[in-house]
C-alpha cells in the first residue's frame, strides 16, 4: 500500500480524496494557488505545496509543476480527482516515467475514452449502441454549420477533450451552430488546452444515464448500478440520483454489460463512467466514457456500501477486488444535489464573495433511518473564488425508498444555511416540491420546460402562506415580549404587548389572533381557523424548528428591517407582522418603484469582458451579440433585447467588472 498520496486537485473533491485516505491511515499532500492559499484542503492535508498563481492554467494544470511538488514531498502515488489533469494522457505518461503511481485507469484507455472521437469509435467496435454524428475533426465555422445540416438540427457541438458542461452547445439552426462552434472551441482550449471539436445529433427528450464501472489490473471488470443525471442546465448536472427510477432489470443488465465490454475492450481498470443518452422506449446509445472518478460518485456509494476512491487506492496498489458482480447490491435510493455558487434569479449566473454564513445540515443517520451527507471543500468565512468551478458542496440523501430519499433531501434543504453570495439552494428546494420531479417523470430538458421563463422563486399557496403567517407572528410576538421587558422602564408605563396582529407577506395580507391555551400556543385568524404552534425560536436564531398543528417546519428566520425574512421548500419572502391600526395606515403608503435601466446593458454576473463586438453609433438587432463575459472557465455571451442604437460603450475589453456595473447604454 502507498505510504504518501499526493492530490492534484483542489475543494471538494481533494477533501474527499483525503478523508478516505486518513481512513486507510496514508499521509495526504495538497498542492494550492495562491487563490486557495486558505482553502480546507490544504488545512486537511499532512503537508501543502504552492503551486503557482490563481488561474488553473498557471497553477493546477500545469504537469511540471505537480512533478516538483511530488519530488518535493516524496509522494508515491497521485489521485488526480475530477477535471484538470485527471483525464489528461500526458499527466499520467509523466507520473509513470517519474516512477510515481497514478490512482487511475492505464495511459491507453484515458487516450482511447478521453478523445470522445476515438471513444465513440473503438464502442460501435465493440458492439455498444452509438448515437449519429460526425467524428472526424472539424476545422472552421463554417464547416460545422454545413456538417450540422447534414446530421440535422438539433446538433450538439462538443469537445473532444471536454467535461462537466464545458466546451458544449445545442444548435438548432446555422447560425447557433457557427456561434456554438466558436464558444466551444474557446472554452475548449481555455479549460483543456485542446480545441479538437466534433458534432453528433442531440436526441430529444432524452435520459441521461451513466453506468458506474470498476475494474483490477487482474482483469475483473463489473458495474456497480447506474445514476439517473438527467436534471442539467447548460449541460451541467444539477440533481443525480440512484438508482434510477426510468430502468427496469432487464435494461440495467444490457447497459452494465456494454459498459463493461467497452471498459473490457482499452483494458481498463480503476473507477470510470460510461454515460448513456435513453430515450422514451428505453433505448440507450453510448455518449461518452470519463476515465475518472464522477462528481456524483457519492450516490453510488450510498446505495452500494463502497467507498469508490478506497477501491481506486486499492486497485493502483495491485490489489484484486473484493467482490464480484453478484455480491454488488443495490439497497435503498441517494439523491444528490449539487449547491453552486449560482444566483437563480438572475439566469443562474455565477456568483463569487465571502460565505457569511455557510452551516450545512447534521451529517449521519437520521432518527427517521435515513442518512445525510455532504461532501464540501468551503468552510464559513471561505471566499468563492471567480477562477475555479462555482460548487460549494455535494448535498446527499439516502432513504430505504424514493420517497423518503426525496422527502430527506427537502428537509436537509431546509436546515442547510449559506448566506453572503447568490446561490442556488432555493431551486433545488423548489425542485424537490414538485410532482413531476416526485414522480420521476425526468429528461436533460427538465429545467427549461419546468422553469420556461427561468426560476422567479416559489409563491407561496395558501396552506404554505398562512402556515408561514403563523411563523412570523410567532416571531413577532417572542421580538415584542422581549422589548417589553428592557430594563430602567417606569413600572406603570410598562408596554402592554397585543395579540391582535395583521401579516402580510407574498401579496396575502391575514388577519390573525395569537394566544395561549391549555394545549399550547396558537394563532387564529380572521375565519376563526386555528393553528397550533410550537417552536425553539428565539430572538438571534437564524433557523429553527415550528410545530405548525404537530407538523414540524425548519426555517429559516432573519430580521430585515422591520420585516421578518423566512425561507422555506424553496419559498423566499419577507413578512411584515403589524397591528391593525398600524396595518391600516401601511396600506395608504406609496410603494416604491424600481429604477429604470431598460436603456442600459448591465453586467449581470462578476467576470471578466473578454470582448466588445458593437461600438458608439451602431444599430443593433435583438438576439445581436453586444460583449461576451468570461467567469469561472465559462463564457457567456450578452444580446439585445431589442432593436436598438447604442449610445455609449462604457468599458473595453479586458475590463473586470462587478454585478450590475454598465457596459453600454442605448438612446
Not at 433545488?428 to 422567479?456: H, K, N
Not at 398562512?466 to 430594563?487: F, W
Not at 395583521?502 to 389572533?513: D, G, H, K, P, Y
Request: contains cysteine.
Amino acid at each position: 500500500m502507498f505510504k504518501k498520496i499526493l492530490i492534484a486537485n483542489r475543494g471538494e473533491i481533494a477533501c474527499r480524496v483525503i478523508r478516505t485516505a486518513k481512513k486507510l491511515g496514508i499521509a495526504t499532500v495538497a498542492v494550492y494557488s495562491d487563490a486557495d492559499r486558505d482553502a480546507m484542503h490544504v488545512r486537511l492535508a499532512d503537508e501543502a505545496v504552492h503551486i503557482g498563481p490563481s488561474p488553473s492554467s498557471q497553477s493546477y494544470i500545469v504537469i511540471d509543476k505537480i512533478l516538483e511538488a511530488i519530488r518535493k514531498t516524496g509522494a508515491d502515488a497521485v489521485h488526480p480527482g475530477y477535471g484538470f489533469l485527471s483525464e489528461n494522457a500526458a499527466f499520467a505518461e509523466a507520473l509513470e516515467k517519474e516512477g510515481v503511481a497514478f490512482i487511475g485507469p492505464p495511459v491507453g484507455a484515458i487516450k482511447a475514452m478521453g478523445d470522445k472521437i476515438t471513444s465513440k469509435k473503438i464502442a460501435a467496435e465493440a458492439d455498444v449502441s452509438t448515437v449519429p454524428g460526425h467524428m472526424g475533426l472539424i476545422e472552421d465555422a463554417d464547416e460545422a454549420a454545413r456538417i450540422a445540416s447534414s446530421i440535422g438540427f438539433p446538433v450538439m457541438i462538443k469537445a473532444s477533450a471536454g467535461g462537466g458542461g464545458k466546451g458544449m452547445r445545442i444548435a438548432w439552426n446555422e447560425r447557433e451552430a457557427r456561434e456554438g462552434f466558436q464558444s466551444s472551441k474557446n472554452e475548449a482550449k481555455s479549460s483543456f488546452g485542446d480545441d479538437r471539436i466534433f458534432i453528433e445529433k442531440f436526441v430529444t427528450e432524452p435520459r441521461h444515464i451513466e453506468i458506474q464501472v470498476l475494474g483490477d489490473k487482474h482483469g475483473n471488470t463489473l458495474y456497480l448500478g447506474e445514476r439517473e443525471c438527467s436534471i442539467q442546465r447548460r449541460n451541467q448536472k444539477v440533481i443525480e440520483e440512484a438508482p434510477s427510477p426510468f430502468l427496469d432489470e432487464t435494461t440495467r443488465r444490457a447497459m452494465g454489460e456494454q459498459a463493461v465490454a467497452l471498459a473490457k475492450a482499452v483494458g481498463y481498470h480503476s473507477a470510470g463512467t460510461v454515460e448513456f443518452i435513453v430515450d422514451a422506449e428505453r433505448n440507450f446509445y453510448f455518449l461518452e466514457m470519463n476515465t475518472r472518478l464522477q462528481v456524483e460518485h457519492p450516490v453510488t456509494e450510498l446505495v452500494t456500501g463502497l467507498d469508490l476512491v478506497e477501491q481506486m487506492i486499492r486497485v493502483a496498489a495491485g490489489e484484486k477486488l473484493s467482490f464480484t458482480q453478484d455480491d454488488v447490491k443495490l439497497e435503498g435510493w441517494a439523491i444528490e444535489s449539487r449547491l453552486y455558487a449560482e444566483d437563480p434569479y438572475r439566469n443562474f449566473l455565477p456568483s463569487i464573495g465571502r460565505l457569511t454564513r455557510y452551516r450545512p445540515p447534521e451529517e449521519g443517520r437520521q432518527d427517521d433511518g435515513t442518512v445525510i451527507r455532504n461532501d464540501t471543500g468551503v468552510f464559513e468565512g471561505g471566499e468563492i473564488s471567480m477562477y475555479y468551478d462555482p460548487m460549494i458542496a455535494k448535498l446527499c440523501a439516502w432513504g430505504p425508498d424514493r420517497a423518503q430519499a426525496v422527502e430527506a433531501m427537502a428537509e436537509a434543504l431546509d436546515a442547510f444555511e449559506v448566506d453572503g453570495i447568490g446561490h442556488n439552494l432555493p431551486f433545488l428546494s423548489a425542485v424537490m416540491q414538485q410532482q413531476r420531479f416526485r414522480d420521476g417523470r425526468l429528461t436533460t430538458a427538465y429545467i427549461a420546460e419546468e422553469f420556461t421563463d427561468g426560476f422567479q422563486g416559489v409563491t407561496p399557496d395558501e396552506t404554505a402562506a398562512m402556515k408561514l403567517a403563523a411563523v412570523a407572528v410567532t416571531v413577532n410576538q417572542a421580538l415584542q415580549e422581549r422589548a417589553s421587558q428592557i430594563s430602567g422602564t417606569i413600572g406603570n408605563h410598562r408596554r402592554v404587548v397585543g395579540h391582535g396582529w395583521v401579516a402580510s407577506l407574498a401579496e396575502r395580507e391575514f388577519q390573525m389572533t395569537s394566544g395561549v391555551s391549555a394545549d399550547g400556543a396558537y394563532v387564529r385568524f380572521a375565519d376563526e381557523r386555528a393553528i397550533s404552534v410550537a417552536s425553539d425560536w428565539v430572538p438571534g436564531r437564524t433557523l429553527a424548528t415550528f410545530n405548525i398543528d404537530n407538523q414540524p417546519m425548519t426555517v429559516k428566520v432573519d430580521l430585515v428591517g422591520t420585516g421578518i425574512r423566512l425561507r422555506w421548500r424553496g419559498i423566499d419572502v419577507v413578512a411584515r407582522v403589524r397591528s391593525p391600526r398600524v396595518a391600516e395606515l401601511a396600506r395608504l403608503m406609496p410603494k416604491k418603484l424600481p429604477p429604470d435601466t431598460s436603456k442600459m446593458l448591465l453586467c449581470p454576473m462578476p467576470g471578466v469582458v473578454t470582448s466588445i463586438t458593437v461600438k458608439a453609433g451602431d444599430t443593433v438587432e435583438a438576439g445581436q451579440s453586444l460583449a461576451v463575459v468570461e467567469a469561472m472557465k465559462m463564457e457567456n455571451i450578452l444580446r439585445a433585447e431589442k432593436r436598438a442604437t447604442v449610445k455609449r460603450v462604457a468599458i473595453a475589453a479586458g475590463a473586470s467588472l462587478a454585478v450590475d456595473e454598465l457596459i453600454m447604454e442605448f438612446e
